[in-house]
Structures are given as C-alpha cells and as structure tokens.
C-alpha cells in the first residue's frame, strides 16, 4: 500500500509542474522548430520523458532547467532523425506568440531563426529569447561555456546575414 501511495503523491506531483511549465515549455518549443503543431508534439514527448524519469527530475536542484534540456535535446534529436520530408510554412505562424514590440520584426525574425541550423537556433534561442546564462545554456545543451560563446557569436552572425542589412537595423533599433 505504501508503493501505491507513493506513486499516486509523484503523479500527482508530476502533473501539478507539467500544468505549471506546460505553457512555457510549449512556448519554448515554439520558438525552436517554429511549428506549432511540431512543438505540440515536442512538449508532449518532453513531458513523457520527465514522467518516466520523474524520481531524477524531482530531486533535480533546478528543474526548470532540466526540462528545458530536454526539451531542447528533444528538439535536435528530432532534427537529425529528421522522420519526414515535412517542412513547416512559415506563413502560417500563430498570432500573438507575444503581444508587446512589433509584430512585423517578431515575424522576420522568426523566419530568420527557421533558415539557421538547429543548434544555432537553439543556443539562441536559450540564450537571448529565454533569457539564459551562458553557463545556464551550456548546461541545457551539453557543452562547454566557450562553446555556447562562440556559438551564439557564429549564429548571430549568421542570423545578421539571413535578416540582410535592413533587417538587422531593425533588429538593432529594437
């Protein structure tokens, strides 16, 4: 009985963080693969996997952190196993991923972030839309904090090239 009681206080642990970080997990996805019902799925398989390994997570000194790491590795390994020749229309992005700024630069530059590889989108995306530490988004990632510096500083570049010069000024005027 006492296993049983066990169980039933990690589920119903496990469900109050996944109904509490859902929302920003999903959000986090959506910004990495850019679709919404893709990032529906990473969620879901993010999710899956915290529960199966629920014992670890909760004992984890920052779970926040651990999810996103497996979100994000989600996210890439879905991206080199690449199961389908699908690719998501940039056309057709949700509205009112974010209300403030402007709506036209949110869209050029979600696009832009689409045409990067996706470890670069995904060092910045933890790294600048997220808010993360360098150290927190090598970390998430598993790499070094040289890395990610590099990285970041690779893509950005990349992504400067990809806006061209009147998106980037935009992009810096903002």
Not at 11 to 19: G, I, L, M
Not at 57 to 77: C, F, H, I, M, T
Not at 128 to 140: C, F, G, H, K, L
Not at 143 to 163: D, E, P
């Amino acid at each position: 009985m006492i296993g049983k009681a066990r169980r039933a206080e990690e589920s119903a642990e496990f469900e109050t963080f996944a109904y509490s970080r859902g929302h920003r997990l999903f959000r986090t996805a959506l910004l990495l693969c850019g679709d919404w019902h893709l990032a529906e799925d990473l969620t879901q398989v993010t999710l899956a996997k915290l529960y199966a390994a629920w014992t670890k997570v909760r004992r984890a000194e920052n779970q926040d952190a651990y999810a996103r790491s497996v979100l994000v590795r989600s996210y890439l390994s879905h991206r080199r196993l690449r199961r389908s020749a699908e690719q998501p229309a940039l056309g057709d992005l949700p509205e009112g991923i974010a209300p403030e700024g402007d709506p036209a630069l949110r869209v050029t530059l979600l696009a832009a972030l689409a045409e990067l590889p996706p470890r670069d989108r995904a060092v910045l995306v933890l790294r600048y839309w997220e808010d993360r530490s360098v150290e927190e988004t090598a970390a998430e990632l598993g790499v070094s904090a040289g890395a990610v510096r590099s990285q970041a500083l690779r893509a950005l570049g990349r992504l400067r090239a990809v806006l061209g010069p009147q998106g980037s000024d935009r992009l810096a005027a903002s």
